[in-house]
């Protein structure tokens, strides 16, 4: 389970994130959208304790990460923005590795790894360094690596950017399967067609502050029936460009 109390972080002046509550239940999956700048990535990266919070705080599990640091990453998977990964270790290394740090027994690994990349269609390139993947594949291989160590929650920071349109179906699919075995899954993302087909509960954030939250249908009835495209534009002031284009 996924808790985030009060939380706020300030660059020098600039409030990224203000006084943000939320909670994402065990077994469902939580749609974070908002605009570029709104705040998103700095509220995963609170989240995994990668930035210390100006005020409140977040739990993973009941485990505050910056007080209780070890127990909270140890239940958390993440899939940040860019595919961070060693770039001279080979797919299968960086799959041990992970698997070593989340403590995962070596009968499993041998078992669960070979299978991992073969259904990211990956195998034959098991044993080349991680610097000669394509943008796409290091994506897929971070999403293994989550997959491996079954977190029981995982922060999802745009995880399809890259994916051609098998992998993301199935990657959509592994996190509703990892949402059903109990998994809390908070989701950022861009693509309000992926937030309305997969998520449980959408927060909508912009300028730092979550301005509404919902399910799709609670969003919805707020919105007068109309698709989520229309929600978000209209309350994150998205339409204002119809004047510009005028004078284009
Ligand atoms: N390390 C930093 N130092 C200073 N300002 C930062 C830093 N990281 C983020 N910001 C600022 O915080 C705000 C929120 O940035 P953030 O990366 O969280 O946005 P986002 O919602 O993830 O956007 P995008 O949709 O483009 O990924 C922006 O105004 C950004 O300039
Ligand atoms: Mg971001």
Redesign the pocket.
Known sequence: MIEVVGLSKR??T?A?VSELSLRVEPGTIYGFL??????????VKLLTGLLRPSAGRALVCGFDVVASAVEAKSRLGLVP?EPFVYPKLTGAEFLRLTGDLYGIPLATQRRRIPELLEMFELSHFAGELLETYSHGMRQKVVLASVILHEPKALLLD?PLVGLDPKSARMAKEIFRTMAARGCAIFM?T?VLEIAERICDRIGI?LG?RLIAEGTLDELRRRGKGAALEDIFLELTGGVEYAELLKNL
């Open positions: 660059f020098g600039h990224a908002g605009p570029n700048g709104a705040g998103k990535t700095t509220t923005d745009e950022c861009h954030i730092g």
